[in-house]
């Protein structure tokens, strides 16, 4: 695939160890890979898909990457792996110190399953990256339906995301 340097969006989440320094210090080292970066905040969110775990910390950051999505997807494997993350030992939608989603590429569609997908395919299922993904693009849109995301996260269950530093507030 051809290289590109678009604004790419990705997502982050921890749930094991020092959350939010794990977060702090991967967003560090995506800057080094990744032109104007900006971060949302963090927020925390229960658990979706395997409930007997902790809750996750998650935020997204935006960027321009300079490079193939291959590429994207090699270096922000290699900042989990930093992290403590190692694909073959974890239980699928499991605990882990750091995972890294390519949400978006702009507005490219990569289509290479199972390696790489994009827009990420459950995005559109989960408030705990939707959110974080609006703060930062409010008027991201799907780039196969052309929805608005913030329809479709309007559209979603509540699915107990909070700000991070805010427990006692709005479940989202």
Sequence with gaps: ??????????????????????????????????????????????????????????????????????????????????????RNLERPKGERTLDIDILLLGNIIVDNPPTLIVPHPLLIERKFALLPLLELEPEA??????????????NLEAQGIYYADFDDYNQR
């Design 1 to 86: 695939m051809t290289n590109f340097s678009n604004p790419v969006v990705l997502g982050l989440g921890s749930n094991r160890g020092d959350s939010r320094t794990i977060l702090g210090q991967a967003i560090a080292d995506l800057g080094t890979r990744l032109q104007d970066l900006r971060a949302s905040r963090i927020y925390k969110s229960d658990p979706r898909y395997v409930l007997d775990q902790s809750q996750f910390l998650n935020c997204a950051v935006t960027g321009l990457f300079q490079g193939s999505p291959e590429e994207l997807l090699s270096f922000v494997h290699e900042i989990e792996a930093h992290y403590g993350r190692n």
């Design 141 to 154: 849109r799907d780039p196969r339906s052309g929805e608005y995301y913030w329809h479709i996260y309007e």
